[in-house]
């Protein structure tokens, strides 16, 4: 089997299992989630083959024509290359543990196979924008996975909650899509190709088109898919939908492809735009964690928590590259880039936070749907193996020195130290208070003493449930060694690995113990295992701030669409009264309506009649063919 | 008195007339048909005089096809007023405004 062969079958297969539900088995819950997990085997398997088989670039890329317009071809292709390969594993992996997680979670659901269907439908999306080797690919499986997220954010679509959280999700992500889209017909005007290979020459030889506006356009399909300020207010109500959901989607996955896309972009950057970039990420990061510090339900700290990551991780992408100027050649040689510190947070973050949500996920099934962690408390005894595996998903998060959230964070933080003060500071600050809203919900849900019925009858789910937690919980643990003390991925992603900044010495060890001390250190001796949340007790003032922080955007986007945008709309509407279906639909149809009636008048049903009008007819033309008129 | 060209022409165009109101003022079909065969024949005669009075061949020609035309004309219209008239017990072109309403 060849390379291409592999990557066609890694793609197609979830299309095949998504479609084979949605025609024939979708009363048939548990037959549909069976072909959906056998499907996502099929896509870790596949991933893995071509991610760990050494087969890169020419061996895996194929392109197929689709669409040509006059001189314009739209065609679909594969571009494999290490960036491909490492999220394409981490789309199997987290994909496959979710998928499994989902068959305990998701067991007495009356609609499984929808569920399953839309998983199913969301790899294959997911997977056409890992591959991808155009832009315009890019876009129509971006559009793909804007779907299916849709489509699963609403599962529970008799909740009003849900069904309008599917909505805002699927709207906001239009507002960033717009963007997009223009950003990818701008540069292939400017360049006539959106072929990231062809860009990638046309940087080479230095012909490549610069322009401020073609990134920040495509950024801002970013902005919208990886949920950055001002378009972060889906991503918190998208926890309407089922934990698993959340896990793969709205954490590890999907909201990330707009980190993923950038990388892939990474050429057509130009240094005002990476600074837009980079103040968006840290600005978004801190925001996030502020937000996350008044939330209640845990899934909405998590949420928070992942706008949070994303936020590091796209300001990570905005510092750009290290560069050192090598004094023997006279020669800048980059040392590392933003897409290695991003994508190596990319990959840690997806397998923590995977791991953290579908800890949640086991929380709120072994509570029986309860999400508000004043309700919990004391978990630690009766989850004991969702407390491990959660808690080293905490830790981390945290930057736990030799844990995986360590190393990333720690690169990034080095890069910003390098690049740019301010944003360290920020970035710095995030990663404590990052910490205090994390122990904070740790400490909430699992330590202390049940606080409420459903805590005290809590369990631990089958093994459906535990084994992705302790698979997660592993890559957790050992997916930051990408270079630093070893490799446990081998020389499978170099070409990214490459490019991590990593800091020598002990001074990243201090900071990270330093943030870690503080952060943790604050929330474990402010909040009690209390029902009520300590925070807001001791200091209303600072509670009611966070909160209205939190609030404010939603707030302005309700007031823009309820007093700009409807009036707008209304004063449109009026206009299309008046003219459209008024004046011109109406006017013609008057006109038509007074040629019929004339019309109807002649047609008297007498042949005589006809021959007047015969006579009549006759003698016009004899007069024109005589010249008498005209 | 001699016959002259104008002559022909003077009774082509009368017989044409006479033709002509008849389709037009008559309410039998079967008038109206003869009528219609009335105006064919009194161009035919302007044709034939045209033809002989400048010694050409051409009007002759084409009244050899006005008459064939004709006849098929009368074999097909004929047909059609008999299957009107066993339908509709009439033929009578008042009667017969279907079309109206």
């Known amino acids: 089997m060849t390379p291409t062969c592999i990557a066609l079958i890694t793609l197609l297969t979830p299309l095949v299992s998504a479609v084979i539900i949605a025609l024939f088995l979708r009363k048939q819950g548990t037959l549909a989630s069976t072909v959906s997990v056998l499907a996502a085997t099929v896509v870790a398997a596949g991933s893995l083959m071509l991610a760990f088989g050494g087969h890169r670039d020419a061996a895996v890329n194929a392109s197929v024509e689709w669409l040509k317009l006059g001189d314009f071809t739209l065609s679909l292709g594969f571009k494999f290359d290490d960036l491909a390969a490492l999220m394409l594993s981490i789309v199997g992996v987290v994909g496959l543990a979710v998928h499994v997680f989902s068959l305990g979670y998701m067991h007495d659901d009356a609609s499984k196979a929808r569920f399953f269907g839309g998983l199913s439908i969301f ?44 909505k805002k999700a699927f709207i906001v992500n239009r507002v960033g899509d717009f963007g997009f889209l223009l950003g990818i017909v701008m540069c292939y005007w400017a360049n006539n190709t959106v072929n990231l290979t062809e860009l990638g020459h046309l940087s080479d030889t230095h012909s490549l088109v610069f322009s401020r506006l073609i ?116 020669t800048v040689v980059t040392l590392s880039a933003g897409v290695g510190a991003a994508m190596f947070h990319l990959t840690t973050h997806a397998f923590f936070k995977a791991l953290m949500f579908l800890g949640s996920g086991s929380v709120i099934y072994g509570c029986h749907h309860e999400q508000d962690i004043f309700k919990m408390g004391g978990l630690a005894k009766k989850m004991p193996f969702t407390f491990v595996t959660f808690t080293i998903g905490v830790a981390a998060i945290c930057g736990l020195p030799f844990l995986s959230g360590f190393f990333s964070k720690d690169a990034i933080l080095h890069l910003a130290q390098e690049k740019n003060t301010a944003v360290f500071v920020i970035l710095a600050l995030t990663a404590v208070l990052t910490s205090f809203y994390m122990v904070r919900m740790w400490k909430l849900t699992f330590l202390g003493q049940p606080r409420s019925h459903e805590a005290e009858h809590a369990h631990e789910g089958g093994l459906s449930m535990t084994a992705p937690l302790f698979v997660l919980a592993v890559l957790a643990l050992v997916g930051g060694y990408a270079g630093h003390f070893f490799n446990i991925y081998g020389h499978a992603f170099e070409g990214v690995w490459s490019q991590i900044p990593f800091a020598e010495g002990a001074e990243p060890y201090i900071t990270s113990i330093v943030i870690l001390v503080v952060g943790a250190g604050a929330a474990l001796m402010l909040y009690k295992s209390a029902a009520t949340d300590a925070l807001e007790e001791k200091s209303p003032a600072l509670f009611g701030f966070l909160a209205f922080v939190k609030g404010s955007p939603d707030t302005a986007y309700d007031w823009y669409v309820a007093k700009v945008q409807q009036r707008f709309a209304m004063l449109l509407e009026f206009l299309e009264r008046i003219f459209l279906s008024g004046l011109i639909i109406r006017g013609f149809s008057g006109v038509i309506g007074l040629i019929g009636i004339g019309a ?24 024109y063919a005589a010249g008498w008129l005209f | 008195m001699t016959v002259g060209l104008n002559h022909y022409l003077l009774l082509s165009a009368l017989l044409f007339a006479i033709g002509f109101f008849g389709v037009l003022l008559r309410k039998n079909t079967l008038v109206i048909y003869m009528c219609l065969e009335l105006m064919l024949v009194a161009s035919t005669v302007a044709l034939v005089a045209f033809s002989r009075f400048n010694n050409t061949m051409d009007g002759n020609v084409f009244v050899f096809f006005i008459l064939t035309v004709a006849a098929a004309e009368v074999a097909v219209g004929l047909a059609i007023i008999v299957a009107l008239f066993r339908r509709r017990q009439s033929i009578d072109v008042g009667e017969l405004n279907a079309l109206k309403n």
């Not at chain 1, 129509?140 to 909740?159: A, Q, R, T």
């Not at chain 1, 950024?219 to 919208?224: I, L, M, R, S």
Request: aromatic share 12%.
């Open chain 1, 215 to 330: 990134p920040l356009l495509l950024f801002c399909g970013a902005v919208g898919k990886s949920a950055q300020m001002p378009l972060q207010v889906w991503l918190p109500d998208a926890m309407e939908g089922p934990t698993p959901v959340s896990a793969l989607i709205h954490a590890a996955t999907m909201v990330a492809a707009g980190i993923y896309m950038l990388c892939r972009i990474e050429v057509l950057m130009v240094a005002d735009a990476l600074t837009v970039i980079m103040w968006v990420g840290a600005i978004t990061a801190f925001y996030a964690s502020l937000c996350a510090i008044t939330q209640s339900d845990i899934k909405k700290v998590l949420a928070y928590s992942t706008l949070s990551q994303l936020g590091y991780m796209v300001a990570a992408f905005g510092l750009g590259s290290l560069e050192h100027l090598d004094e023997t050649t006279k």
């Open chain 1, 123 to 166: 790899m294959f999306s997911m997977i056409g924008i890992v591959l991808a080797d155009n832009l315009f690919m890019i876009f129509i499986f971006w559009e793909l996975v804007g779907f299916s997220s849709y489509v699963l954010i609403n599962h529970y679509h008799e909740k009003a909650s849900a069904s309008d959280a599917s």
């Open chain 1, 600 to 623: 109807r008048a002649l047609h008297v049903g007498s042949l005589h009649a006809y021959v007047y009008w015969f006579l009549f007819g006759s003698a016009i033309l004899w007069a």
